[in-house]
């Protein structure tokens, strides 16, 4: 038998696939509307576009919610709000036992990395990303440290790591002197993970924290979208939040660029499924205004809003070889995450995530579809299935034909009373 095998091994054609590279791009406030590849006309994405070109372009994509750190637990758990232990932005710390995408993949033999902001744990305590499936962590642990663009350190693994030039002002996340910009360190040790794992598999969850506003003060004083320049815009007659709002979203494409380059330079790209995506719809804070780019697009509602416009996201899957070229109506959400990655990968999800693998549409075979999609929030609750989208308000039930109603503006609840009461049931289990 071990005769037969080597023989095999030394046929033509004969091969042992490889675990694909799993790269997962989570952004940070990037609405619908914020990529050429979804409709922009003013900010510049050419290379996200190019990627959207070659790769699957996801129309119907919803983050985990539509505020950040329950819409990150929900991608790391792989289940929707009406199941994960917080549906708000309040102080959420992993349990030593939890069961996560990384810990999943981790002792599956991949090589795991989380790059840019955790949000679901602090120093020293059982959240920390190297206590959760982990192997190398580089940015912020702490959510509530996680928008200010010059920090005096970020953490590398459990040490702090000082950032050149950069100091604090005395005021919570404001630095007075600013010299090294994080989201550059966070994207050059991204790079420097993938450099160092091209001969293993790796899973890789970058991250980055623009085109989030900055800081408490900025968010306050209305002028927190900073960058170390404003580019291309820096001639443009608009107010300066939206110069640096717009030199964000053009930085992220280019750094996105440069995972894509560095993956054809280390011929990792016919084995590397890229993700790329953003964890809530955008935000209108820090003097940075939703309708100035058209933010959200043709969708109701922005970051804080159940409606489309708070949580339906973009998404593109750039896997040259295996994803064909195209776009896709398909419903998914984040929860889908962690069972696509573990069928990716050959190994078997957690038997209480939520999600349904899309990695059948990957490979361009039939595709189920979900049952519903869930999410809550304050006293918020909506549900989609098939096209009907549901929006409850203090337990009073919206209803939407997001085929021919995709902005949400007319309630037909009184016209389709057993869709209605099918939501309201689904929202009655689940609280």
């Known amino acids: 038998m071990k005769v037969f095998l080597i023989l095999a091994l030394l046929l033509p054609g004969f091969a042992i696939a490889k675990k694909p590279n799993l790269i997962y791009i989570l952004t940070d406030d990037l609405g619908y509307g914020d990529l050429g590849c979804y409709g922009q006309k003013v900010v510049q994405t050419p290379r996200i576009d190019e990627m959207a070109k070659k790769g699957l ?95 005096e350190y970020l953490w590398r693994n459990e040490e702090k790591e000082r950032l050149p030039g950069n100091e604090n002002s005395g005021k919570k996340n404001v630095s007075s002197k600013k010299t090294t910009y994080a989201h550059t360190r966070v994207t050059e040790e991204a790079l420097a993970f993938i450099e160092r794992n091209k ?82 719809g955008p935000h209108q804070e820090g003097g940075h205004k939703v309708n100035f780019f058209d933010s959200n697009g043709p969708l109701k509602g922005y970051k804080r809003s159940l409606h489309d416009g ?29 069972p696509t990655a573990c069928e990716l990968a050959g190994i078997k999800s957690w038997n209480e995530s939520d999600g349904l693998s899309f990695a059948p549409l990957l490979h361009g075979k039939e595709q189920k579809k979900c049952d519903y999609l869930f999410w809550r929030w304050s006293k918020f609750r909506a549900v989609r299935i098939d096209h009907w989208k549901g929006v409850a308000t203090d337990g009073k039930l919206a209803l939407y034909d997001l085929k021919n109603d995709l902005g949400e503006e007319n309630d037909i609840a009184a016209k389709h009373p057993k869709i209605a009461k099918k939501m309201e049931t689904i929202i009655s289990e689940l609280e």
Not at 113 to 123: D, F, H, I, N, P
Not at 221 to 240: A, L
Not at 264 to 277: A, P, S, W
Not at 310 to 323: D, K, Q, S, Y
């Open 57 to 151: 372009r996801f129309t119907d994509h919803y983050a985990g919610h539509t505020v950040c750190r329950p819409s990150r637990l929900s991608l790391l758990k792989g289940q929707h709000t009406g199941h994960t232990a917080i549906a708000g932005n309040n102080t959420h710390i992993l349990p030593p036992d939890s069961v996560t995408i990384n810990s999943l993949l981790q002792d599956a033999g991949y090589r795991t990395a989380s790059v840019g902001k955790w949000a679901l744990g602090r120093e020293g305590e059982t959240g920390h990303p190297n206590k959760q499936g982990v192997d190398f962590f580089y940015g912020w642990i702490d959510q509530s440290e996680a928008h200010d663009y010059y920090p």
């Open 199 to 280: 001969d293993a598999p790796f899973y890789l969850n970058l991250n980055w924290t623009i085109p989030h506003t900055n800081n408490e003060a900025g968010r306050f004083e209305k002028n927190g979208q900073e960058v170390p320049d404003w580019g291309i815009y820096k001639d443009k007659d608009w107010p300066d939040p939206e110069k640096g709002f717009a030199a964000m979203v053009t930085l992220m494409d280019t750094d996105t660029g440069r995972i894509l380059d560095l993956l054809e330079k280390l011929d990792l790209t016919e084995n590397t499924l890229v993700i790329f995506t953003s964890d809530n």
């Open 310 to 338: 708070g949580i339906r996201v973009p998404m593109i899957a750039f896997w040259p070889g295996t994803v064909k070229p195209g776009v896709s109506d398909h419903a998914s959400a984040f929860w889908d995450w962690m």
